[in-house]
């Protein structure tokens, strides 16, 4: 179905890029000489785009289309890129785990799939405190390989901002590396058995995963049976996506474009806001209140739902479809009592939004030998009653946000394995968030199925 996406303007007059500057900007490094970020900013402000306007709306419209129940969203990737990772198995391996889940989603589902990647410029992360002190150190805190340098010297954790042309220069090779492999084929429906990783054969999900496939191979040739070859499965449409968090570097590649009105962020197609940064005076709802892309706001545990309205009445004032997705990030504990009222409150004033469960974030916690993690039970028993919850509003949960990789790390515990604490030892990978590993990435596409078809 095609949705009305007609040509919004910049909202206002008093709007420009750099307008966020007026306010009150949090999650932002302090950088110690102004004339270096000048510069590094003014060369960023030359290179070329990474993304374009005309992929950017034609995201818009699948996102409508999802709203309107018609797809559903798949949004997922790193907690935080390195620079180090940015190598083509690694890229292809996370690429080839997002294809597995749509894979799954698509079968179960019965409906297509919008296929997100977080990454190729999710290279900044918030923290909650600006300082980090060791054995009576302080030094700043790492914010992601935008900004600085995990290791704990003051040389690492100095704000740099040549590494805002780096990180463009990653973004670039990892989108570059992608397309490539799309375009090649990679994504070809008729051989999903490319996609395969070694633990196929290893997995208990091992024999679901291959009747999936085989049956999606029989639907494909019964189709081309009827409609001969001109029907083509051959490609997906791929976007990315990260969170905004560094308003200079995206203030840097917000463009205008001939023959479209208002501004760009070419950084990415699908930015968001963090929960962190979601004040409605703040320098991050500024800056998004400009740009044409389709973006989405974290929705935590604290918002009230007059709150939330405000927010909605600033990101998307004339009801555009395909515009804004909020993603509810609210913990196992907490989602019960604390997303009905915004579901609720948003749809008595029939606001016009994408809802997307995000069962990462607010299921964080520390184990007894010091890792950060998160237990595959609590992920799974939030998105659960997320999806309880909706159906009991009468509103739709139209996709999901996670962090994952396609690489064998031990970082989440739970699954289909049943990872244990002293697993994590083993393959703990992550700079900062535990990530599903894909094994229980896909193991989680299949809960999902099964909870939309009434099987969970």
């Known amino acids: 179905m095609q949705h009305n996406?007609?040509?919004?303007?910049?909202p206002s007059l008093d709007w420009a890029p750099g307008t966020w500057r007026s306010r009150t900007a949090l999650q932002q490094p302090m950088y110690e000489d102004a004339a270096e970020l000048a510069d590094a900013l003014a060369q960023l402000g030359e290179l070329p785009p990474l993304v374009t306007s005309w992929e950017i709306l034609k995201l818009k419209q699948s996102i409508a289309d999802a709203q309107a129940?018609?797809?559903?969203?798949?949004?997922?990737?790193?907690?935080?890129?390195?620079?180090?990772?940015?190598?083509?198995?690694?890229?292809?391996?996370?690429?080839?785990?997002?294809?597995?889940?749509?894979?799954?989603?698509?079968?179960?589902?019965?409906?297509?799939?919008l296929r997100v990647g977080r990454f190729a410029g999710q290279y900044a992360k918030p923290r909650s405190a600006d300082a980090e002190t060791r054995d009576g150190v302080t030094l700043p805190a790492f914010r992601g390989d935008l900004v600085n340098s995990p290791e704990f010297t003051p040389e690492a954790r100095r704000a740099d901002p040549?590494?805002?042309?780096?990180?463009?220069?990653?973004?670039?090779?990892?989108?570059?590396?992608?397309?490539?492999?799309?375009?090649?084929?990679?994504?070809?429906?008729?051989?999903?058995?490319?996609?395969?990783?070694?633990w196929v054969d290893h997995s208990p999900l091992a024999a679901e995963y291959k009747r999936m496939v085989a049956s999606i191979g029989d639907s494909l040739r019964f189709m081309e049976t009827l409609g001969g070859e001109s029907i083509s499965y051959s490609r997906v449409d791929f976007y990315t996506s990260h969170e905004a968090l560094l308003l200079h570097y995206e203030e840097a590649l917000t463009r205008q474009v001939p023959r479209q009105d208002g501004w760009f962020n070419l950084s990415t197609h699908f930015p968001w806001i963090g929960m962190r940064t979601a004040a409605l005076d703040g320098a991050h709802t500024e800056y998004f209140r400009g740009i044409r892309n389709p973006i989405a706001v974290k929705v935590g545990p604290t918002v009230e739902p007059d709150d939330l309205l405000r927010l909605i009445d600033v990101l998307n004032p004339n009801e555009e479809p395909g515009r804004l997705t909020l993603i509810h990030r609210m913990g196992n504990d907490k989602i019960g009592t604390r997303l009905q009222p915004l579901l609720e409150a948003v749809k008595r004033e029939g606001r016009r939004v994408l809802w997307v469960a995000d069962p990462m974030h607010g299921n964080t916690e520390s184990t007894s030998n010091g890792y950060k993690t998160r237990r595959f039970a609590n992920i799974s028993g939030e998105l659960d009653q997320a999806f309880d919850i909706h159906a009991a509003v009468g509103t739709r949960l139209g996709g999901v946000h996670l962090e994952l990789t396609g690489e064998n790390v031990t970082e989440c515990l739970g699954g289909a394995r049943g990872l244990v604490e002293q697993d994590l030892d083993r393959a703990y990978k992550s700079m900062v968030d535990p990530r599903l590993n894909y094994e229980q990435s896909l193991e989680l596409a299949m809960l999902i199925t099964r909870k939309s078809n009434g099987m969970g």
């Open 5 to 10: 996406l007609k040509t919004v303007a910049s």
């Open 69 to 113: 129940g018609e797809r559903f969203l798949l949004q997922g990737g790193d907690c935080a890129e390195s620079f180090a990772d940015c190598t083509s198995p690694i890229i292809s391996n996370r690429l080839k785990v997002l294809l597995q889940m749509s894979l799954v989603l698509v079968h179960g589902l019965k409906k297509p799939v």
């Open 162 to 198: 040549r590494r805002l042309i780096k990180a463009h220069a990653r973004s670039a090779m990892t989108m570059n590396f992608v397309r490539a492999l799309i375009d090649g084929g990679f994504a070809d429906l008729h051989h999903p058995e490319y996609w395969d990783l070694a």
